[in-house]
T-cell receptor
């Protein structure tokens, strides 16, 4: 089955700096890659996703890039703010009827 | 308006007991899920239902039994609770029958087995 790994497990950045979180996946058949943000005491919430027919997608300060050859995708957050502090999960799926396999999560801390 | 709600929010119980967690979504979604998040934050799917039919059943002990009385509700019953069942359980829902649609998570139920 699919295996998704996230690196690093924790990341601390200064407010205003950029943060990059990387994920790798094992199954080349995967074609859907969402990112979820989980704030303390809450459930995960989708922040952006990408499908395998595109290489990059942006939404304001957030962007995701996908490299299908290398089987990795990354979340980029620019101009980080304290409210960006949370646990971020990447996930992968092989298609409409396949479950999401989540990475182990990364804790992002934005220092004011 | 709460999109996906779960009750209870906290559940503390003794080993061997039977307990239930309830989930309701008011989004009109067709698919609902149960996830388990362990103490290391690892999030793993347990079950998925589409229009009351079971479509994903991961390697979960038989002590866990989901029940979907209608497509807006997915409850989780756990028999003979064990220490290792302590975790946060999240319910989620998504539109349509494709599992690659956005999943909306509930606030979680924090289960502690003593």
């Amino acid at each position: 089955g699919e295996n998704v790994e996230q690196h690093p497990s924790t990341l601390s950045v200064q407010e205003g700096d950029s943060a990059v979180i990387k994920c790798t996946y094992s199954d080349s058949a995967s074609n859907y890659f969402p990112w979820y943000k989980q704030e303390l005491g809450k459930g995960p919430q989708l922040i952006i996703d990408i499908r395998s027919n595109v290489g990059e997608k942006k939404d304001q300060r957030i962007a995701v890039t996908l490299n299908k050859t290398a089987k990795h995708f990354s979340l980029h957050i620019t101009e980080t703010q304290p409210e960006d502090s949370a646990v971020y999960f990447c996930a992968a799926s092989m298609g409409p009827n396949s479950k999401l396999t989540f990475g182990k999560g990364i804790t992002l801390s934005v220092r004011p | 308006d709460t999109a996906v709600s779960q009750t209870p929010k906290y559940l503390v119980t003794q080993m061997g007991n039977d307990k239930s967690i309830k989930c309701e979504q008011n989004l009109g979604h067709d698919t609902m899920y149960w996830y388990k998040q362990d103490s290391k934050k690892f999030l793993k799917i347990m079950f998925s239902y589409n229009n009351k039919e079971l479509i994903i059943n991961e390697t979960v002990p038989n002590r866990f039994s989901p029940k979907s009385p209608d497509k807006a509700h997915l409850n989780l019953h756990i028999n003979s609770l064990e220490l290792g069942d302590s975790a946060v359980y999240f319910c989620a829902s998504s539109q349509g029958t494709r599992l690659v649609e956005t999943q909306y998570f509930g606030p979680g139920t924090r289960l502690l087995v003593l």
